[in-house]
């Protein structure tokens, strides 16, 4: 919607480029611009992702960041590789943390997409594992665990 909303202003400057104390077609040519990407960007971010096997839609089930001064690294990914999610979920989560936990899910393949990550700045994300499939025994064992842990997660 903050897309869309943007390209309607450009387009009413575009038509009324008296509003802004520049060249006429200077204001109406970046108007424009601005419009067709608002337009493209209100386009991309539309897209949803679908797993090509059961049809199911991939869909983000949530976040936890790991408490930097109470966690040790090295044990959350023993823990993420050995699939102990129990063990994750008893760690304490923070609001800004740099070791997180992402997950995504397939509820109609029963897929679960989990990727351990961290940060040392902004820009500078960094995958500590490959993408954890949980698919099966894997889901039906671990989906619940995985759900409550990142409710905890909003709540912290």
């Not at 108007?31 to 960007?41: D, F, S």
């Not at 966690?71 to 070791?99: C, H, M, Q, W």
Request: charged share 20%.
């Amino acid at each position: 919607m903050l897309y869309y909303g943007l390209a309607v202003v450009a387009v009413i400057i575009v038509i009324f480029p008296g509003f802004i104390p520049v060249a006429g077609w200077l204001v109406r040519t970046v108007g424009v611009i601005v419009v067709l990407i608002c337009l493209l960007a209100a386009y991309l971010s539309n897209f949803d992702y679908y797993n090509s096997e059961s049809g199911g839609k991939i869909k983000e089930v949530g976040l936890k960041k790991f408490k930097r001064d109470e966690t040790d690294i090295n044990r959350i990914l023993e823990a993420f590789l050995r699939k102990d999610f129990e063990y994750l979920a008893e760690l304490p989560g923070a609001y800004s943390a740099p070791v997180q936990i992402h997950v995504e899910e397939d509820k109609l393949g029963q897929e679960m997409y989990c990727l351990l990550t961290s940060y040392d700045s902004d820009s500078n994300i960094i995958g500590l594992t490959n993408v954890l499939t949980l698919s099966g025994n894997d889901y039906l064992d671990h989906a619940d665990v995985i759900r409550q842990m990142l409710k905890d997660a909003e709540n912290d």
